[in-house]
């Protein structure tokens, strides 16, 4: 079984869920001093980002891509055209050790999503250009998540968005900036 798989098979059904109110409960019975306004907030907060997570992850499967690939196509189209950069440079926007981006490169090379060239200007550098495949598939999965997104949001108003969208971006910053 294939690590995505096992992580989807080991996402619990919902309905084994505790929903989030009895979850809250549970913690304060047994942490009475936590406050139930905000163990609310996160534990939907993580919920939500979980089972985002696996929507995503089984629309890449879909598309015959892992999230780990995903990862690069997003990098080189946020490069901008013409989608290039150096494996370095994807390795340090990725957060991997080189060693980890080469192979993560020649599985995608494999599948035609990137191409792995020499530099014409200068044959030591290599680089890494995202495919017509590579780029069809980065689309696709962001129409699909497009879609579920909408869905996902029908509920919520446009003001309200505008208000979620402020309050987690505060809160992104917060976490980024190290400041909890």
Known sequence: MS???AATAAEPDCRDELGVAEQVAVYQREFPTVDPQVETIMSSLT???RRMSVTYDRQLTVLGITSAEWEVLKAL???GSPYRLGPGELAKRLGLTPAAMTHRIDRMVAEDLVTRERDEANRVR???????????????SMRMAAVFEEELLQDVSPQERT???????????RIETGAP
């Open 3 to 5: 690590a995505r798989k």
């Open 47 to 49: 919920r939500v980002a």
């Open 77 to 79: 189209v946020v490069a």
């Open 126 to 140: 290599v680089i890494i250009e995202l495919t017509e495949n590579g780029r069809d598939k980065w689309l696709e």
């Open 163 to 173: 208000v979620l969208s402020g309050l987690l971006g505060r809160m992104l910053t």
